[in-house]
C-alpha cells in the first residue's frame, strides 16, 4: 500500500512538473509585450526596460523555468500583469468563488444524475430510458455559455424568478454585513446565522450552478445507468434472478450500491471539467471567481496569470484524481496489486 | 477478434434488417440522421444560403438588428448582417475545425501509440508519461493556454486544440496493441521473421480501428464545444469568419433586446455536439460486443 | 482624451436598502425614530476605475469619474450657461491684458487629511501638479510664478495670455489638495501614500475602502465637514462597481439594484424607454470617436483612400442614436467648431482610384493593416466591424484585434514600430472646454508617442498649436480661424478622423432629482448635487 502511495504521489509530481514546463514553453511564445503592458500607460522607455528586468525577461528561458519552479514551491507564482499583486495571492482570492460554484454544481449534479441514471437501469429500453439517454446526452452536449444566456435572460429577466448576476445583494453588505471565515458566502452566512444573507447568496447560487451542473449530470446520469447494466447482466446477479426474486429486489440490493462506483470514480474528471466550464460562466454572472480571472487574464493577456491559473488547475485536477485512486486503492485491493 | 457484432441483426437483411436496425436504436439512428443532415448542409451552404455576401465581409447597418421575418430567417445582426446566412455558412467553420483537429490528433496519436503498445520499454513509458501530462488537463484549459499565445484565428484554434487531443488516441490505441502484442499467433509471426511493420499494418491496426472510430465521433461534439468555447472567448474565429461561438460572443450585448442573435447560434452548437455524441454513443453501443443486450 | 471610456455603467444602487425592507411587518415606528438609512449611489463601470493611480496630479484616464467625487477644483464649468462659475474659489479677476490673474478663496474649507485649505495649500498642490507635469498639467503652463498675499488669495502671474480661470475648471490637473499626507508625508512618501488607496482632496465624498482588482471596486463616503453641508437629502455612500456585460448592467438597472446606467449598448439603452421605473437620457457631448491612421506605416494616398472608403452615414445608422455625424473634430458646441469642413465622405470610386495609383485596391496587390479598439465596447466593435467590411470590398485585409484599453494602448506606444497597428481608435474628450486638447495631445510631434497614435509630425501644424493658446485669451476670434486652419490641414495631409460625435445616452432610475449632464465632465455624476 505505501509503495502504491508512493508512485502515485511521485508520479503526480512528475506530471504536475511536466505541466509546468509545458505551459512556461508555451507561454515564452508569446508575441507582444508583457513587459511594456506591465509598466502601465505613463512608462518611458526606461522603465519599461526596469520593467523587464524585475519581471526576469531578460533572462534565458532555462534560467525563468528554473526560477519559477524554486518560486512554485516557496509560494512565489509571479506577479500578475493586471492587477500588479502576486498571482497566488489572486488565485487566493478568486478560487473560493469558483469552489463554492462547482461543489454546488457537482451536488445538484449528483443529485440529479444518479436516480436518473438509475431510473433509466430500472426500466432499460422504454421511453422513461430513452428519454433520460437523450436528456443526459443533451447536458453533455450542452454549450455551457449559451445555456448561461439563455437561463439569465428567461429567468432572471423575463420571469424576475432569481438575481441577474453577483454573488450576493450588494444593498445587504451594509445592513447585515458578512462576518468571513470560510470565504464561501454561503456557508459564512450559514455559520454566523445571518439569514438574509443566506438566502441572497443561495438564490445568487442558483442559476449559475444549474448551468455548470448541465455537463456533470449527464455524465453520471450516463456513467450510472451503464455500471448498473452492466452489473445486473453479470453471473451471479442472473443467479439471484434464476432463483425467483423479482426484480424489485434484484434492483434494489445490487444497483443501489454499485451506483456511487461509478460518480466516485469520475468524480476527479467531472470536478476538472466543471472548473473550467466556470471559465465560461462567470463572466455572464458576474461570479468572482477563477473564471472572471481567467478570463481578464486573458484580454489583458497577462501570461503569468494565465500560467498560473493553469497550474492551479492542473494540480487542482491531479490532486483530486489521487485522492480518488487511493480511496480506491485502500478499499479494492485488485488495483494495488496492479 | 474485432467486434463488429451488430445488436440482434446480422449485416444480411437487406432495406428491412436495417429499418429494424434503425428502430432498435433509436439514438444512433436519431444521432446520425442529423450528422448527415449536418453534414449534407455544409456541402450545399454556399448554394443554400439566400444571402451569401453575409456570410463574409459584407454589412448592411442600415437594416442592423432586425427581428426574424420572412426576408431573414432568423433576423438580422448589429451590422445588418443575415443571421440565417451565416448560421448556415457556420456549418463550414466549426465542424471543418473540428474534422482536421481529429484527423491531426488521429496522425499523430495512432502511430505514437501503436509503437508504444507494440515495442514497450523505454520508448512505451516515455510516451506514456507524456500522455500523462497532457492529460493531466482539462481539454479546454490545455487549449485555452494554447490559444492565448497564438495569434488569434482559426489555424491557431485547430493547433491549439489538436495538440490537446492526440493523447487520446494515444492512450486508447496502445492498450490495443499492448494486448495485440502479446498474443501467440503475433509471437509465432515474429519468430517467423515477418517484419515488424507488416504485423503492426495487418494485426494491430485492424483491431483499433473499431474503438478509434467510436473515440472519432464521441470526440466530434467535445472539439465543436471546446471551439466553440475558445471563439466566445475571443480566441479562435475573428470577424467576419461566421463561426457560432463568436457569433455567440458577438451578440452577448445585445441579447436581452434581441435574442435572434444569440438563440440560432447556439442551438446550432448545441444540435451538432447532439448528433455527434449520439451518433458515437449509439456506435458504441453497437460495436462494443461486450454490450450486454437489453432486448 | 484618455480613452478607454467608451462605455460607462453607472449604476447608481437604490436608496432603500434591505434594512427597511426586512423590518418587521407590522412595524409602526414613525419615520423619525427610524435609524438613518444609508443612501448608497452605486456607480457601475465596465473596467476598473482607478487604473492611472491615486495622484489628482497625474491622474489622465477613467479615475476622474471617483475623483470628482473627492477632489475639487477652483472654479467648475456650466455648460448650460457656457459660463465659468464659483467652486473652491469664490470670486476672480484678470489684469494686465490677462497675464495677471487673483482669485479669492473660499472660507471654511477643510481637506480629507483635517487641515484648512489656506492660498499657501493651494499654491503648493498647484506647483506639485506643475512639478511632476503628468495628466493635462499643461494647462497651467503659463504660469511663471504665483503670489499668496494673504490666506485666501491666489495671484497667479503668467509668462503669457491665457484664460485661466477657465483652465482651472479643467477636469485633470486641476484638483485643489493637501501635499501633506495626515501624519505629515510629504514629496515621494506622500506620493506612495496617495496610491496606495487614499485622498487628500475637498470634496464632499471620501474614500472609504479601495478593492483593487475586485468587482466592488471603490467605496466612498461622505466627509462630514464638507463646506458644501449635507442639510437635505443626500446620497450617503458612492460605491464604483465593475459590471463587464451591459446586459447584465440593464438587468441590475431594471431590477432596481442599480440607480444609473452611463453608457450602454443602444439598442439596450432604447429598451428602457417604456419602463417607468427609468428615465432616460440623451445629450450632445464633446466626446468623439477618432481613427488615428499611422503615418509612418500608411502612404498618403494610401491613408487618404481608407478615409474614403469608411461608410459614416452606415456607421451612425448602426449606432441607432449612439453618434452623429461629425464635421472636423471640433465637436460641436464648443468654440473652433466649423460645420462647413471640406470633409470625407463615402466615395468608393475614388477610394478605388487612390488605391490604385498606389498599387493595390480590387485586382490588384491586396493591402494588409491591422486596427484595434478598445475591449468592452459594443460601440467601437460595431464601427471596426463596418470599417472591415468596408476595406474588404476594395481588397484590403483589416485585421481587427479587440484590446483591453492598457493593452491597446501600450501596444500603440510600442517602441517597436514594427509591432504598432495601422488604425487605431479612441475616444477623446477635452480637459477644459476649449479644442486645444485634441491638438496638443494628438497632433503635436512625440517623441516617444503617447496619445499621437498616428504619429504625426509637422512643424508648421506644431507652431500653430503652439500659437492657439495664448491667441485664445487675447483675440478668440483670431483663434478660432487658426482652428479652422489646423483642421483643413488636417483634412489634408489624413492623420486622423473624428468617425461619430458621441451621444451620452444615460438611463437612471427615476425618482432621482438634481441630475444635468455637462460634456465638460465626461460622464461624471456630481452626486452630492443629487436628492434620492
Known amino acids: ?338 | 477478434m474485432s467486434g463488429i457484432g451488430v445488436r440482434g441483426f446480422g449485416v444480411r437483411g437487406g432495406v428491412r434488417g436495417f429499418g429494424r436496425f434503425l428502430r432498435a436504436n433509436p439514438l444512433l439512428a436519431t444521432g446520425g440522421m442529423i450528422a448527415l443532415l449536418i453534414v449534407l448542409i455544409a456541402v450545399v451552404a454556399p448554394l443554400v444560403v439566400p444571402y451569401p455576401a453575409d456570410a463574409g465581409a459584407a454589412t448592411h447597418p442600415e437594416m442592423a438588428l432586425q427581428a426574424p421575418s420572412a426576408q431573414h430567417l432568423f433576423g438580422t445582426d448589429q451590422v445588418g448582417r443575415d443571421v440565417f446566412s451565416r448560421v448556415v455558412a457556420g456549418t463550414r467553420v466549426s465542424p471543418l475545425v473540428a474534422l482536421f483537429v481529429l484527423l491531426i490528433a488521429c496522425a499523430v496519436g495512432i502511430p505514437l501509440g501503436v509503437l508504444a503498445g507494440y515495442f514497450g520499454g523505454i520508448g512505451d513509458e516515455t510516451i506514456m508519461r507524456i500522455t500523462d501530462i497532457f492529460l493531466a488537463f482539462p481539454p479546454l484549459l490545455l487549449a485555452l493556454a494554447f490559444a492565448t499565445v497564438l495569434p488569434a484565428n482559426l489555424t491557431s484554434l485547430t493547433i491549439a486544440i489538436a495538440i490537446t487531443w492526440w493523447p487520446w488516441y494515444t492512450r486508447l490505441v496502445r492498450g490495443q496493441a499492448a494486448s495485440v502484442a502479446g498474443r501467440p499467433y503475433v509471437e509465432a509471426c515474429r519468430a517467423l521473421g515477418i517484419p515488424s511493420w507488416r504485423i503492426l499494418l495487418r494485426h494491430v491496426l485492424p483491431n483499433s480501428v473499431t474503438p478509434v472510430i467510436v473515440q472519432v465521433s464521441l470526440d466530434f461534439g467535445g472539439v465543436i464545444l471546446t471551439a466553440a468555447a475558445l471563439s466566445f472567448l475571443g480566441l479562435g474565429a475573428q470577424d467576419p469568419t461566421p463561426d457560432w461561438g463568436l457569433m455567440v460572443a458577438e451578440g452577448q450585448n445585445y441579447f436581452t433586446t434581441q435574442w435572434w442573435l444569440v438563440t440560432f447560434p447556439g442551438l446550432a452548437i448545441l444540435l451538432t455536439a447532439l448528433a455527434f455524441n449520439l451518433l458515437g454513443d449509439g456506435l458504441r453501443d453497437v460495436l462494443d460486443p461486450r454490450r450486454v443486450l437489453i432486448r | ?532
Not at chain 1, 14 to 23: F, K, M, N, P, Y
Open chain 3, 1 to 532: 482624451m484618455k480613452r478607454h471610456r467608451g462605455r460607462l455603467i453607472a449604476v447608481a444602487a437604490a436608496a432603500v436598502p434591505v434594512l427597511a425592507l426586512t423590518a418587521c411587518a407590522g412595524s409602526t415606528t414613525p419615520a423619525s425614530t427610524q435609524k438613518p438609512v444609508n443612501k448608497v449611489f452605486t456607480y457601475d463601470t465596465t473596467a476598473p476605475v482607478m487604473v492611472d493611480g491615486w495622484d489628482p496630479a497625474t491622474e489622465y484616464s477613467d479615475g476622474i469619474l471617483a475623483m470628482s467625487e473627492m477632489y475639487e477644483t477652483l472654479t467648475r464649468y456650466n455648460s448650460a450657461t457656457n459660463t465659468v462659475g464659483p467652486m473652491l474659489a469664490t470670486s476672480w479677476s484678470s489684469a494686465d491684458g490677462g497675464k495677471t490673474w487673483t482669485f479669492h478663496l473660499r472660507h471654511g474649507v477643510t481637506f480629507h487629511t483635517g487641515r484648512p485649505m489656506t492660498a499657501q495649500a493651494a499654491k503648493a498642490a498647484i506647483q506639485r501638479t506643475i512639478k511632476l507635469n503628468g495628466g493635462a498639467a499643461y494647462i497651467w503652463a503659463a504660469v511663471k510664478t504665483i503670489d499668496t498675499p494673504d490666506q485666501y488669495t491666489l495671484v497667479f502671474h503668467l509668462s503669457y495670455a491665457s484664460p485661466l480661470a477657465l483652465q482651472a475648471s479643467a477636469d485633470y490637473s486641476a484638483y485643489i489638495y493637501d501635499t501633506q499626507g495626515p501624519a505629515g508625508q510629504t514629496g515621494n512618501a506622500f506620493t506612495s501614500w496617495l496610491n496606495a488607496g487614499h485622498d487628500a482632496g475637498t470634496g464632499p465624498y471620501t474614500v472609504q475602502t479601495w478593492n483593487k482588482g475586485q468587482e466592488f471596486e471603490v467605496y466612498l463616503k461622505q466627509f462630514g465637514k464638507y463646506w458644501g453641508g449635507w442639510s437635505g437629502t443626500h446620497f450617503t455612500k458612492v460605491v464604483f462597481r465593475v459590471v463587464p456585460q451591459d446586459t447584465t448592467a440593464a438587468q441590475l438597472l431594471r431590477s432596481g439594484q442599480v440607480t444609473f446606467i452611463e453608457q450602454i449598448a443602444p439598442s439596450l439603452w432604447s429598451s428602457f424607454k417604456g419602463d417607468s421605473s427609468i428615465t432616460t437620457v440623451s445629450s450632445p457631448s464633446w466626446q468623439n470617436l477618432l481613427a488615428q491612421l499611422n503615418v509612418k506605416a500608411l502612404s498618403l494616398p494610401v491613408r487618404q483612400a481608407i478615409l474614403y472608403a469608411i461608410d459614416y452615414r452606415g456607421i451612425i445608422a448602426a449606432l441607432r442614436g449612439a453618434g452623429v455625424q461629425s464635421s472636423g473634430i471640433v465637436p460641436p458646441g464648443m468654440f473652433g467648431h466649423f460645420s462647413d469642413l471640406p470633409d470625407y465622405s463615402f466615395d468608393k470610386a475614388k477610394a478605388a482610384a487612390l488605391l490604385k495609383a498606389a498599387g493595390y485596391g480590387p485586382g490588384k496587390k491586396a493591402l494588409n493593416l491591422s486596427l484595434t479598439y478598445t475591449q468592452g465596447d459594443s460601440n467601437e466593435q460595431v464601427v471596426a466591424t463596418i470599417i472591415k467590411s468596408d476595406l474588404a470590398a476594395l481588397n484590403v485585409n483589416l485585421s481587427v484585434q479587440s484590446l483591453a484599453w492598457p493593452t491597446q494602448w501600450a501596444k500603440g506606444k510600442s517602441s517597436n514600430p514594427a509591432q504598432r497597428q495601422d488604425i487605431f481608435l479612441e475616444y477623446w474628450w477635452p480637459d477644459y472646454p476649449d479644442p486645444y486638447s485634441w491638438f496638443s495631445n494628438l497632433l503635436q510631434t512625440e517623441s516617444p508617442p503617447y496619445y499621437n497614435l498616428s504619429y504625426y509630425s509637422n512643424k508648421s501644424m506644431d507652431s500653430m498649436i503652439n500659437q492657439v493658446e495664448p491667441l485664445t485669451a487675447t483675440d478668440k476670434n483670431a483663434a478660432a480661424q487658426l482652428y479652422k486652419n489646423m483642421q483643413v490641414t488636417i483634412v489634408q495631409q489624413a492623420p486622423l478622423v473624428s468617425l461619430y460625435n458621441a451621444n451620452y445616452q444615460y438611463a437612471m432610475l427615476s425618482g432621482i432629482s438634481g441630475f444635468r449632464v455637462d460634456p465638460a465632465y465626461p460622464n461624471v455624476v456630481f452626486v452630492h448635487d443629487l436628492k434620492p
Open chain 1, 1 to 338: 500500500m505505501i509503495r502504491y502511495v508512493i508512485r502515485r504521489v511521485t508520479l503526480a509530481f512528475v506530471v504536475v512538473a511536466g505541466v509546468v514546463i509545458l505551459t512556461f514553453v508555451i507561454s515564452d511564445v508569446v508575441p507582444g509585450d508583457p513587459a511594456a503592458s506591465w509598466a502601465g500607460p505613463h512608462a518611458s522607455a526606461a522603465q519599461i526596460a526596469r520593467a523587464r528586468q524585475y519581471l526576469g525577461l531578460d533572462q534565458p528561458l532555462a534560467v525563468r523555468i528554473g526560477k519559477y519552479f524554486a518560486g512554485i514551491v516557496t509560494g512565489n507564482w509571479g506577479t500578475s500583469i493586471h492587477t500588479h499583486r502576486p498571482v497566488l495571492s489572486d488565485i487566493g482570492t478568486a478560487a473560493p468563488a469558483t469552489l463554492e460554484l462547482v461543489i454546488a454544481a457537482l451536488v445538484i449534479a449528483i443529485l440529479a444524475g444518479v436516480p436518473l441514471g438509475l431510473a433509466a437501469a430500472r426500466w432499460p429500453g422504454r421511453g422513461l430510458d430513452h428519454a433520460i439517454r437523450v436528456g443526459s446526452v443533451l447536458g453533455v452536449s450542452m454549450p455551457v455559455f449559451w445555456l448561461a444566456l439563455i437561463f439569465q435572460l428567461v429567468f432572471a429577466q423575463r420571469l424576475r424568478l432569481l438575481p441577474v448576476a453577483g454573488q450576493y445583494d450588494p444593498n445587504l453588505v451594509f445592513s447585515h454585513p458578512l462576518t468571513v471565515r470560510t470565504q464561501l458566502p454561503v456557508l459564512d452566512s450559514l455559520i454566523s446565522g445571518n439569514w438574509a444573507m443566506l438566502g441572497s447568496t443561495l438564490t445568487h447560487l442558483i442559476l449559475p450552478a444549474l448551468v455548470v451542473a448541465a455537463y456533470p449530470a449527464g455524465v453520471i446520469a450516463r456513467m450510472v445507468r451503464a455500471q448498473v447494466l452492466d452489473t445486473l447482466g453479470e453471473a451471479h446477479v442472473q443467479m439471484v434472478r434464476s432463483l425467483g426474486f423479482p426484480e424489485r429486489t434484484v434492483f434494489g440490493t445490487f444497483a443501489m450500491r454499485l451506483a456511487w462506483n461509478p460518480v466516485a470514480a469520475i468524480l476527479a474528471l467531472v470536478f476538472a471539467y466543471s472548473l473550467v466550464n466556470t471559465f465560461l460562466v462567470e463572466s455572464i454572472f458576474d461570479w468572482p471567481g477563477l473564471g472572471s480571472y481567467a478570463a481578464a487574464s486573458v484580454s489583458t493577456l497577462d501570461t503569468p496569470a494565465i500560467v498560473g491559473v493553469t497550474l492551479f488547475v492542473a494540480a487542482a485536477y491531479v490532486v483530486a484524481n489521487l485522492v480518488v485512486d487511493l480511496v480506491q486503492a485502500a478499499l479494492d485491493p485488485r488495483i494495488r496489486l496492479r
